[in-house]
């Protein structure tokens, strides 16, 4: 894949709630919508393009649910991860992540849009806590749950060759980051993303997984070629 491309590469993970129909539905328009606006824009910022796709697809998605009751109450998160020259860019709602990772270690760049971590801001919960409270899933921003909806945009985050982007969704949480850091840094993405699958499982999630990993590997200027890979379980 090429970072010369002039509107850049766009890697997104979406993770739906709200049974087992919507939940699919949303994750599904959420991909869906991002991509095409995003791509449809004629904008010249790649961080406003980015918030309003998501944005647009916000509001399909809330309009879908209000206008299907079998569909009523469905949302989805959704972190997204753009590529373009020497710089990325996220766009984030909800408790799916995005993490850089580097031989000098694993960095949360995406901030939980969750109760547990609201309460963990606020010193009511510890981190180790709040991977296991019950409520942890009990999101306080999501895409198609409200006509109004505010998005994270982080921009123009340094790419250097050898850094690996992981994005992946909240049945992922279980894991210790020192074993997700070792798992990304020892393979390459495909191996990376089964290996983290397993290390879900092997901490007793009940959830789907989903993870991406990105590896870079040189910048535009000196050659351009990106890995990335894809893997999703269902369980349960
Ligand atoms: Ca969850
Ligand atoms: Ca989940």
Same mark, same amino acid.
Not at 3 to 21: E, K, N, Q, R, Y
Not at 42 to 55: I, N, Q, T, V
């Given at each position: 894949?090429?970072?010369?491309?002039?509107?850049?590469?766009?890697?997104?993970?979406?993770?739906?709630?709200?049974?087992?129909?919507?939940?699919?539905?949303?994750?599904?328009?959420?991909?869906?919508?991002?991509?095409?606006?995003?791509?449809?824009?004629? !904008?010249?910022?790649?961080?406003?393009? !980015? /918030?309003?796709?998501?944005?647009?697809?916000?509001?399909? &998605?809330?309009? /879908?649910?209000?206008?299907?009751?079998?569909?009523?109450?469905?949302?989805?998160?959704?972190?997204? $991860?753009?590529?373009?020259?020497?710089?990325?860019?996220?766009?984030?709602?909800?408790?799916?992540?995005?993490?850089?990772?580097?031989?000098?270690?694993?960095?949360?760049?995406?901030?939980?849009?969750?109760?547990?971590?609201?309460?963990?801001? /606020?010193?009511?919960?510890?981190?180790?806590?709040?991977?296991?409270?019950?409520?942890?899933?009990?999101?306080?921003?999501?895409?198609?749950?409200?006509?109004?909806?505010?998005?994270?945009? &982080?921009?123009?985050?340094? $790419?250097?060759?050898?850094?690996?982007?992981?994005?992946?969704?909240?049945?992922?949480?279980? +894991?210790?980051?020192?074993?997700?850091?070792?798992?990304?840094?020892?393979?390459?993405?495909?191996?990376?993303?089964?290996? !983290?699958?397993?290390?879900?499982?092997?901490?007793?999630?009940?959830?789907?997984?989903?993870?991406? +990993?990105?590896? &870079?590997?040189?910048?535009?200027?000196?050659? /351009?070629?990106? !890995?990335?890979?894809?893997?999703?379980?269902?369980?349960?």
């Amino acid at each position: 894949m090429d970072l010369t491309d002039p509107s850049g590469l766009l890697f997104i993970v979406a993770d739906g709630m709200g049974g087992h129909l919507g939940g699919r539905e949303a994750s599904q328009m959420a991909v869906h919508h991002i991509a095409e606006r995003f791509y449809a824009a004629s !904008l010249r910022h790649p961080a406003e393009k !980015l /918030r309003r796709a998501f944005l647009a697809a916000n509001a399909a &998605i809330y309009a /879908r649910a209000d206008a299907d009751p079998t569909l009523q109450g469905m949302g989805t998160t959704a972190t997204a $991860l753009l590529l373009r020259g020497r710089h990325g860019w996220i766009g984030h709602v909800g408790d799916s992540r995005a993490y850089r990772i580097t031989e000098e270690g694993i960095e949360q760049l995406t901030q939980d849009h969750s109760q547990v971590e609201e309460m963990v801001r /606020r010193n009511l919960l510890t981190r180790e806590q709040a991977a296991i409270h019950p409520q942890r899933n009990v999101l306080n921003r999501a895409l198609g749950a409200r006509a109004e909806m505010e998005v994270d945009v &982080i921009p123009r985050l340094p $790419l250097q060759p050898d850094q690996r982007y992981l994005l992946c969704s909240d049945g992922l949480a279980e +894991v210790p980051l020192d074993d997700v850091r070792d798992a990304v840094l020892a393979h390459p993405p495909q191996r990376a993303c089964d290996r !983290l699958v397993q290390l879900a499982n092997a901490h007793g999630g009940h959830d789907n997984v989903t993870v991406l +990993v990105i590896q &870079i590997n040189q910048l535009p200027g000196r050659g /351009r070629r990106l !890995l990335q890979s894809l893997k999703r379980i269902r369980r349960g």
